[in-house]
């Protein structure tokens, strides 16, 4: 492939338009500052793009790139050098990322030489409440209205560059509605965001990053429970506007002949399921059309409506592209690079490079029934509570069997208040390729026993001849950016099914909890891979789970900091530690788990976490990739944490 940096032709433009540093150009006879406004990137790119799969790639960074900057004399170039042949082994030793404000941090001139060689896509850090704050410089009536009428979307949080949905782990700073009554601060969010369009950006931000030990960040939509998306101090790579997709009639490899999709890395569930839609196939991915496909969905497992007859979203990968944490760019497949393919599939986000798309197969179009309904118990209600707990036991006791039908059943349970009932939501439960005649046939069984416990209900069947329909009618719209919420999860695997003692601790277990005031995000769901899918990190026990539940609470704004306390304390160290009593040896899933989860690595990665160690090692012996829970991250802290609660707002340091 041949190619020529988008870096490159801005430096030739540098050069014809007289640079006379790296900070001042003459342009007209007058020395401006260069900026992107000035210095305008060329905007096509001038190498045949027939040879590269998307425009992204068209610009990559090379050695040879590289020797011609160096050529124009352009200065610092050395800060966005690969690692020499055989210093991959060296490691920066002890001590923490270099920090704004110290010595060594990088000087305006530096960012801006990174800016201009990245044709403009630096962005410094306004937090997106900032247009709320009267004194931050940014202020904007009108759109800190619109950001706080719209701020539980999740694209208003995905299309800024920095935004995250759990706002918690920035330490709530800047928060819109706060504008009259605090100052907007930097927090937890990084200090820089490169807003990639291709490559070669990425590559010259790990190339810094790395050189000048800065803390780096990646950053998709923001949709991540545990903070992994943003930093302190931290330069930040946002991926979401790498936006391709590319259809692929029949793609080829040792383990599957057949149609794929070739995917940016800023493509969201809704972008793929509606490229599905107009391919006529059927995409795996999540339920919430705003989380990001190749991001940290595919990276973490990623369980879909149809995991328990297809799979997990890691099952479905075919190819990865990549920038390691050496800088270079390279494709990981059942062929090349395999340790990386094998460990980009389950082993988590930010971890062992950063992602710039992948290629994942889709199945044939099919029809999807089921139904949805609302069941609640209290006083204002014909359901009394010891009704509402049978009706959940009835459901919960056929588990294995729906799920071995192909059953995802996806449904929230909430205390209504205290001693006020429950409200249980099916949202929905349905079986790719079943018809609805037969899917009423699955559950008349469940639903006669229910008549007979005297409940009354309504269950709204649906039957569509594709997964688009079915997705976009039955599914909610999911709020995001809740303050003052933790969440964590455990996988129930299918022994807890096959003796009933075990089984009645188990529900008991649930319901205990539940009768504590957590929510239960509960999901029927099995994630054992196809016959044939190459091996993969996904953690084995989605392989053997037939639940899988999300367990949470929040406490109020005003609460004082031991109220806080005891709740973060209550569901790591009690809620939690039930469950895992109950799951010996079993685990949680990574990207809806607790941050504080002891033991991450066993519960997020099970028995392929020593490899994914090794694998981390290997690759990346500087700790150029950080995020909390993710593989090796135990090597590493964030300063001036609590033992019960780490947020994003500290320095990055070494044990
Ligand atoms: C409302 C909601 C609904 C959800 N529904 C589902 C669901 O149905 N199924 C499911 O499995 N999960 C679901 N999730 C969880 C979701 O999979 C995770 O939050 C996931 O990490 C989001 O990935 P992202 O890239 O969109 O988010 P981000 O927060 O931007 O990133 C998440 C992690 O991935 C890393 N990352 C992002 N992009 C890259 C890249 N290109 N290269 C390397 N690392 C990268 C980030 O550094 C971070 O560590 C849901 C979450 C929410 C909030
Ligand atoms: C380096 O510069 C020369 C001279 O301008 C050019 O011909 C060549 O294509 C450049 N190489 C790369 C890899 O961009
Ligand atoms: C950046 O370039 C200047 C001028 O060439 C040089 O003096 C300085 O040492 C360089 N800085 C770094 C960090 O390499
Ligand atoms: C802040 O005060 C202004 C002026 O009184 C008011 O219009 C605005 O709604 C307030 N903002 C918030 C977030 O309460
Ligand atoms: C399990 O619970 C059911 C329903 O509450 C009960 O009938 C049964 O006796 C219990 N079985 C055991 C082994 O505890």
Known sequence: MAFLTRALLLASALHQ?????AQTIYQNGELLVADETNVAPAAAPVVDTASVSSDAEAFQ???????????????????????????????????????????????KLVWKVFNLLAGGALIETVPIGAVCYQNSGHYNAAKCADIIQHWTESETHARDPTSVMSPLYQGETCMPQNGNTSTCELGGFPSYSVKATNVAQIQLAVNLARNLNLRLVVHNTGHDFLGKSTGAGALSIWTHNLKSVNFIKSYSSPSYKGPALKLGAGIQVGDLYAAASKYGVTAVGGECKGVGVTGGYIAGGGHSPVSSK????????????VVTPNGRFVTADETKNKDLFWAIRGGGGATFGVVTGMTVK?????????????????????????????????????????????????????????????????????VPGMKLADFKVMVAPLFEEWAALGLVFEPKYFEHDNFYDAWSTHFPTEAVANSNLRTASRLFPSKNWDSEATLNETIATIRGIIEEGSAFIGYNINGAAPAGTPENAVNPAWREAVMYGI??????????????????????RDWMERLRKITPGGGGYGNEGDVMEPNFGQAFFGSNYDRLVRIKKATDPWGVFWAPTAVGSEDWYITGQEDWL?????????K
């Open 17 to 21: 338009t007289g640079l006379v540093s």
């Open 61 to 107: 960074l090379t050695d040879a790139v590289l020797a011609n900057l160096t050529a124009l004399d352009l200065s610092n170039i050395s800060l966005f050098q690969f690692p020499e042949e055989g210093s991959e082994k060296r490691s920066l030793g002890l001590g923490c990322k270099t920090a704004p404000g110290s010595l060594l941090w990088p000087s």
């Open 310 to 321: 297809y799979g997990m979203g890691a099952d479905q990968v075919l190819s990865i592209d």
């Open 362 to 430: 889709v199945l044939p179009k099919m029809t999807f029934s089921g139904v949805t309904f609302t069941i609640l118990s209290g006083s204002d209600t014909d359901v009394t509570d010891d009704v509402f707990w049978s009706v959940m036991s009835a459901y919960w006791r056929k588990f294995p069997s729906y799920a071995a039908q192909g059953s995802y059943g996806y449904s929230t349970l909430f205390p209504r208040g205290p001693d006020a009932g429950y409200m249980w939501s099916m949202l929905p439960w349905l």
């Open 551 to 572: 367990i949470g609470s929040g406490w109020a704004p005003d609460a004082t900091p031991q109220e806080v306390e005891v709740t973060n304390k209550k569901i790591t």
């Open 646 to 654: 780490t947020l994003q707002t500290g320095r990055l340091c070494r």
